[in-house]
C-alpha cells in the first residue's frame, strides 16, 4: 500500500489545520492508521492512531481533547483534525499503516510497515 501525506502548512497559535492520508495499491490490507511526528532534534513519536475494524482510537495525553482521527473507508482516507496547535506541535508529521496491527496504546514506529512521506506543519505566530 502507498500512503500520501498531505494538509500541512504554516498556523499561528491556536489555530487548526487537518492532515490527510490518502491510501492506494493493496489498501484491504490496511487496518490500523497511526500519525507520527516528529520535531527537530527529537525521536519520532507516535500521536494517534485508528484501528478499520472497529473504529477505535488511540492518542498520546499531549494531543487528547486536541486532535482528532477519523477515516474514511470509500475513500480510503484518514484525517487528523488538529485544533488549538501550540508551538511544541512543530515538527514533520508523518502517517503510517499496517494490515495486522490493532492499535491501543502507546505506538511504535516499528510495528507499521508503510510509510507516507512526511508533512510539515509549523506553529509560529
Known amino acids: 500500500v502507498q500512503l500520501q501525506a498531505s494538509g500541512g502548512g504554516l498556523v499561528q497559535p491556536g489555530g487548526s489545520l487537518r492532515l490527510s492520508c490518502a491510501a492506494s495499491?493493496?489498501?484491504?490490507?490496511?487496518?490500523?492508521v497511526g500519525w507520527f511526528r516528529q520535531a527537530p532534534g527529537k525521536e519520532r513519536e507516535g500521536i494517534s492512531c485508528i484501528n478499520r475494524s472497529d473504529g477505535s482510537t488511540y492518542y498520546i495525553d499531549s494531543v487528547k481533547g486536541r486532535f482528532t482521527i477519523s477515516r474514511d473507508n470509500a475513500k480510503n482516507t484518514v484525517y487528523l483534525q488538529m485544533n488549538n496547535l501550540q508551538s511544541e506541535d512543530t515538527a514533520v508529521y508523518y502517517c503510517?499503516?499496517?494490515?495486522?496491527?490493532?492499535?491501543?496504546?502507546?505506538?511504535?514506529?516499528?510495528?507499521?510497515?508503510?510509510w507516507g512521506q512526511g508533512t510539515q506543519v509549523t506553529v509560529s505566530s
Open positions: 495499491g493493496s489498501t484491504f490490507g490496511v487496518h490500523a
Open positions: 503510517a499503516a499496517d494490515a495486522m496491527l490493532y492499535c491501543e496504546g502507546s505506538l511504535s514506529a516499528a510495528d507499521f510497515t508503510s
